[in-house]
């Protein structure tokens, strides 16, 4: 039997490098009242805020993901508890 | 131990002679180092600081140094990359490739760096004579992980 607490997926962002320094912030919990969220309802959500969230994460900016450690694409689905990373293409090296 | 990041600098040179000493089937040894450079984009470069995500660094340069393991006939993959802030002419990344034969070391070493470059995560940022400003990845680095 699912109740309605099953469709909260509560996740864990962290923002990386560039991005932290324009957040402001090197993460923070977020909550998505969802069934199935992807990292592209995180990105929606974070954009909605405007300012500089909107203008770092605008459509066409290179932005990567990670969760869990692992890099995955924008269409990626979460899981409750999972860890989401932020951050702009990768320049080790 | 196959991957390491630290702050400290290396040695090559016995880096590459414990993977020697361990294995006596080498008979070849490929090294790439990655060094500061004191000009980037035109403009001076005095300190450069790296930064990476600790949890996720280990394990990704763990899945690249087995991709290579898996890809290319080679015996062993070290690599050692520094974090923290670095000056011109410091080492920041290492990658030993110890084979058989050297054409599959070659190759597994040009892998790894052209790898470690899309996926590692670690970001650069430069002070110098412009200020500070994070480094842009390169169109090139994405191209060179492609053709692989």
Redesign the interface.
């Known amino acids: 039997m699912r109740d309605s607490t099953d469709s909260v997926v509560r996740l864990r962002l962290?923002y990386?490098?560039?991005l932290r320094e324009a957040f402001s912030s090197a993460g923070e919990a977020l909550s998505l009242a969802d069934e199935a969220p992807t990292v592209a309802d995180v990105v929606a959500s974070l954009r909605a805020r405007g300012n500089v969230w909107a203008a770092e994460l605008a459509p066409g900016r290179?932005v990567r993901f990670?969760v869990n450690?692992?890099?995955v694409r924008v269409d990626h689905t979460l899981a409750d508890g999972d860890e989401v990373?932020i951050?702009?293409?990768?320049?080790?090296? | 131990m196959p991957v390491r990041v630290q702050t400290e600098d290396f040695d090559a040179g016995r880096e590459i002679a414990r993977l020697r000493a361990e294995d006596r089937g080498v008979g070849a040894v490929a090294a790439f180092i990655g060094t500061v450079r004191d000009v980037n984009a035109g403009a001076g470069v005095d300190t450069m600081t790296l930064e990476h995500y600790p949890g996720m660094t280990e394990s990704a340069l763990e899945d690249i140094v087995a991709e290579a393991k898996r890809h290319f006939a080679v015996r062993d993959v070290l690599v050692v990359h520094r974090v923290g802030t670095l000056g011109p002419g410091d080492q920041i990344v290492l990658v030993v490739v110890t084979g058989a034969h050297r054409g599959a070391a070659f190759d597994a070493c040009e892998f790894t760096m052209d790898r470690l470059k899309t996926r590692a995560p670690f970001w650069k940022k430069e002070r110098g004579e412009h200020g500070e400003r994070w480094v842009e990845a390169r169109a090139s680095d994405d191209e060179a992980a492609a053709r692989w």
């Open positions: 962290v990386l490098a560039r290179a990670a450690h692992r890099l990373a951050f702009p293409p990768v320049t080790g090296g």
